[in-house]
């Protein structure tokens, strides 16, 4: 079982930016088997794929509607992902998830990971 615990969504206006953590942690799992991803669902929308990255930090995927903008990373020391989201526009208003595969490989498909945060709420004013 792995815990998953995001934090650090807020308001923000148009051109700003939020960093989000998410942390994970389980009493028997290592952070280093962990593949971590983001995604956001809007209100009225499915929830999408935004970035992902595998345990060492060197495999990294972004949607392309965030490519420039967002950057994701990682430390394992401290069992944490980052998302850093820069030039934010109304359209990125969304709760943000994490989500974690164990030993899985990276995807952009959300069925594809096992445990999920309970989401943080990112709203962009414009």
């Known amino acids: 079982q792995v815990q998953v615990v995001e934090s650090g969504g807020g308001l923000v206006q148009a051109g700003g930016s939020l960093r989000l953590s998410c942390v994970a942690s389980?009493?028997?799992?290592?952070?280093?088997?962990?593949?971590m991803g983001w995604f956001r669902q809007a209100p009225g929308k499915e929830r999408e794929f935004v970035a992902n990255?595998?345990?060492?930090?060197?495999?990294?995927d972004y949607a392309d509607s965030v490519k420039g903008r967002f950057t994701i990373s990682r430390t394992n020391a401290k069992n944490t992902v980052y998302l850093q989201m820069n030039s934010l526009q109304p359209e990125d208003t969304a709760v943000y998830y994490c989500?974690?595969?164990?030993?899985?490989?990276?995807?952009?498909?959300?069925?594809?990971?096992?445990?999920w945060g309970q989401g943080t709420q990112v709203t962009v004013s414009s």
């Open positions: 990255i595998d345990w060492s930090g060197v495999s990294i």
């Open positions: 989500a974690v595969v164990q030993y899985g490989k990276l995807s952009r498909n959300g069925n594809s990971y096992d445990y």
């Open positions: 389980g009493r028997t799992v290592a952070f280093t088997t962990l593949a």
